[in-house]
């Protein structure tokens, strides 16, 4: 069983995604963690990148470990690194990468294949699970996703002042919606899911009373 959960950033993906794993008794996965990693990757090796070829080659010896808590790029915990800015201010290009996609995609199914999972990220309903029954969009107003961006303690991001924060996020979400390989977009038999003006509890009971139907 998948439980796919897209949306732009700062919709309340990871948060929401966590808690309806935990309350249905099923694995978390983080998918854009995994871009994330591999953007740390490629930034800690100092890589050229506008140079593909030595992009794909670093993406020939990453290895990645994925739990619901902690990342790993070949064996090193990078769950804190991976929430850098300089890494959330290149993983748009970075996960808009052909070959990128295509093996993170991989990777997602193979971890599907023998659990439950609930999966967030931007191209899971359409693209990663298209044919899972449960497929949510969740979005919200740019101004409360920029506020909550901002609230996150754990976020490094916090400094910067709210409209920058909502000229990041815009940003970030066109290059997203815009990129020629899987772009985030709703599934047309997504359920689409306003949380502007509701609680993390509403947005998992919603999703929890529309699986169990
Ligand atoms: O959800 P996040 O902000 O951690 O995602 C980081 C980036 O990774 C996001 O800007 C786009 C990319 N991403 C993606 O292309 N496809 C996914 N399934 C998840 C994330």
Redesign the pocket.
Known sequence: MVIAIDGP?GAG??TVAKKVAKLLGMFYL????M??AFTHYVIAKKADLDNKSEIKKLLEGFELSISQDNVRANGKDITKEIRWENVTTN??YI?SIDFV?NKMVELQREIGKNKDIVV?????GTV?FPDTRYKFYLDADVVERAKRRLKDKKNEEKKVSMLAMKEKIQK?DQY?STRDNSPLKQANDAVLIDSTHMTIDEVCKYIINKVKG
Not at 30 to 33: E, K, N, R, W, Y
Not at 120 to 124: A, S
């Open positions: 950033a993906k990871s983080d998918t854009g963690a871009y994330r993983v748009s996960s996609r967030e990220g931007r191209d899971i990663v970030r997203d």
